[in-house]
């Protein structure tokens, strides 16, 4: 018989399949791709964060990695901004590397003021590199597709594919490693277990999936600069509420907490 789980998973699934086809108003549709993009960033955020237990401050960063790598690629190389899909996740990944084996020798409010530095880093160095990035103007690039419906469609397959890794992730031996670094490190150390490893095994696919949601914005949106994409409040604190919202460490905790956050936005705005 199948289990709770994966019945409210297939019941989720089918629902949001058939949505467009009830709900066709472009604002509304606008909506639900907002709560797609947070709920992949907010799944993202959980792995590194919510199971391993290392609260970053500086996911904006591969965000905005992301975001530029598809700008960049019709900015300088007139190329399809969707390459940036494929370009973005893997310059997030080149980044996080150098970045776990520094930010991952500290712990606790030190390793999240260092993420907190690396967001703000990143968007004065993409403010100030006027030549490559355009600098405060940003970039503008003309959508080769306008439907909501495609890119609803889209980031539903981003999310899913998302939700898929980060469960695989969780419910394997990395997966408890994390748990278990995130219970008590010290411990975790004694028992033989390398705690720098696998803190940059969560990290990298986190870096991954944000850098991914990133290049995907820019498509969807098709403007974007550094203050937007690498801003601290609006996007490496709105991750954090997001999963705080919906609940840390959960599977689908992030989705909801996307879905009621965007909602309840929008319904104050």
């Given amino acids: 018989m199948l289990n709770k789980n994966v019945i409210y998973t297939i019941v989720f699934a089918l629902i949001a399949l058939v949505l ?7 604002y509304q549709l606008h909506i639900l791709v907002l709560v797609l993009i947070w709920a992949t960033i907010g799944t993202a955020w959980n792995l590194l964060s919510g199971y391993a237990g290392q609260v970053s401050f500086g996911h904006a960063a ?10 960049l690629l019709t900015l300088h190389y007139s190329l399809s901004p969707w390459w940036g899909l494929i370009l973005g996740p893997v310059m997030s990944v080149l980044i996080a590397l150098p970045i776990g084996v520094i930010a991952f020798r500290l712990r606790g409010p030190y390793f999240a003021l260092a993420t907190l530095a690396l967001g703000e880093i990143f968007r004065l160095v993409f403010l100030n590199m006027t030549e490559f990035t355009n600098g405060a103007k940003g970039i503008l690039i003309m959508p080769a597709i306008t439907s909501k419906v495609f890119y609803y469609y889209a980031g539903l397959g981003m999310l899913a594919v998302t939700l ?4 695989l992730i969780v419910h394997s031996k990395i997966g408890y490693f994390l748990v ?3 219970e008590d490190q010290d411990a975790a150390t004694s028992l033989g277990i390398p705690t720098t490893l696998y803190k940059n095994l969560a990290l990298l696919p986190s870096a991954f999936f944000t850098g991914l949601a990133g290049a995907f914005y820019m498509n969807y949106v098709a403007f974007i600069d550094p203050n937007i994409v690498f801003n601290l409040t609006n996007i490496s604190v709105m991750v954090i509420l997001v999963v705080m919202l919906g609940g840390v460490a959960t599977t689908w905790g992030p989705t909801i907490g996307a879905a009621l956050y965007i909602f309840l936005g929008e319904l104050f705005r």
């Fill in 20 to 26: 467009p086809l009830v709900i066709k108003a472009p």
């Fill in 62 to 71: 591969f965000f905005g990695v992301g975001a530029y790598s598809a700008g």
């Fill in 164 to 167: 898929l890794v980060t469960y």
């Fill in 180 to 182: 278990s670094i995130r």
